[in-house]
């Protein structure tokens, strides 16, 4: 076993006699300002991410740094309460160290959520985005020797979101009162915000939403074998980003995020109830 891999087993090892007989089936990552949607899971078991053998510790504004076992939609669960990014410092192996871990602890679903800024002109501030495909301007996190036993060399990446989660996704949003739009997401490494040109750029190459995230571990997720369903809260809209006067201001996002919480819970929550 290679140095890389004897952190991960580690980290699951010590997680597992921490959690008894708790098995998750999902794993959730709460992007900025998503936090509290992890108040609705019941009978939480908290570990802080400094208490974690192996794992970083985030940094970023509006991410508490937990990890979280309980049940949401009647099932078990293990939630990523903040999330690590490659703009910390982080190597790819420490920003998707939880994906594999979650991996080990049995997960066989991958929820992610973050917040993003948008490039569709149709979308709206406060709008949730289901991610249906992305391009990857971040370092590939599968790149050094190939971890056999999570994966292959070279995994399909055709389709990385699954398709069915996002129709079942859809009709939940419906009966909750709202719709679940689809898009490409685009993550860039951040942590400075784009440039006016750069928004023009990625959604000339087909990008709907912006952000400094989520894609690392969608690809260490499929690389395992895991279905994911990956959301975006819009926190600006498109024409903003043109205006003479825009500024990106994180508190804005995650003002935004918070907004959208109710209406992310509903669905997260939906849907982890038909696993």
């Given at each position: 076993m290679i140095p890389r891999e004897e952190k991960i087993f580690q980290s699951a090892d010590?997680?597992?006699?921490?959690?008894?007989?708790?098995?998750?089936?999902?794993?959730?990552?709460?992007?900025?300002?998503?936090?509290?949607?992890?108040?609705?899971?019941?009978?939480?078991?908290?570990i802080p991410y400094s208490e974690i053998p192996n794992f970083p510790?985030?940094?970023?504004?509006?991410?508490k740094g937990?990890?979280?076992?309980?049940?949401?939609?009647?099932?078990?669960?293990?939630?990523?309460?903040?999330?690590?990014?490659?703009?910390?410092?982080?190597?790819?192996?420490?920003?998707?160290?939880?994906?594999?871990?979650m991996k080990l602890l049995g997960v066989e679903?991958?929820?992610?959520?973050?917040?993003?800024?948008g490039l569709n002109p149709s979308f709206r501030v406060g709008d949730i985005m289901a991610i249906t495909d992305h391009i990857n301007l971040l370092p590939n996190p599968l790149i050094g020797v190939n971890m056999e036993s999570f994966g292959t060399r070279f995994p399909d990446m055709s389709h990385p979101y699954d398709e069915e989660l996002i129709e079942r996704g859809k009709k939940i949003a419906m009966e909750n009162g709202?719709?679940?739009?689809?898009?490409?997401?685009?993550a860039g490494s951040g942590p400075s915000y784009e440039t006016k040109a750069e928004y023009r750029y990625m959604r000339l190459i087909g990008g709907d939403a912006v952000a400094m995230s989520t894609v690392p571990e969608?690809?260490?997720a499929r690389h395992c074998g895991m279905k994911v369903f990956g959301v975006s809260i819009i926190t600006n809209a498109s024409g903003d980003t043109e205006k003479a006067d825009f500024v990106n201001d994180e508190q804005e996002v995650i003002k935004a995020a918070d907004a959208a919480v109710v209406k992310m819970t509903a669905l997260f929550t939906g849907l982890i109830a038909t696993l």
């Open positions: 010590y997680l597992k006699m921490r959690i008894g007989d708790r098995h998750p089936i999902a794993g959730i990552i709460l992007g900025s300002g998503l936090g509290s949607l992890a108040d609705r899971i019941e009978n939480p078991f908290v510790v985030s940094t970023a504004v509006g991410h937990n990890l979280i076992f309980g049940t949401l939609g009647g099932k078990e669960v293990m939630c990523m309460q903040g999330r690590f990014h490659y703009y910390e410092g982080y190597t790819m192996d420490q920003v998707t160290i939880c994906i594999r871990v679903y991958l929820l992610a959520s973050c917040a993003c800024g709202f719709t679940l739009m689809t898009g490409v997401y685009v969608v690809i260490v």
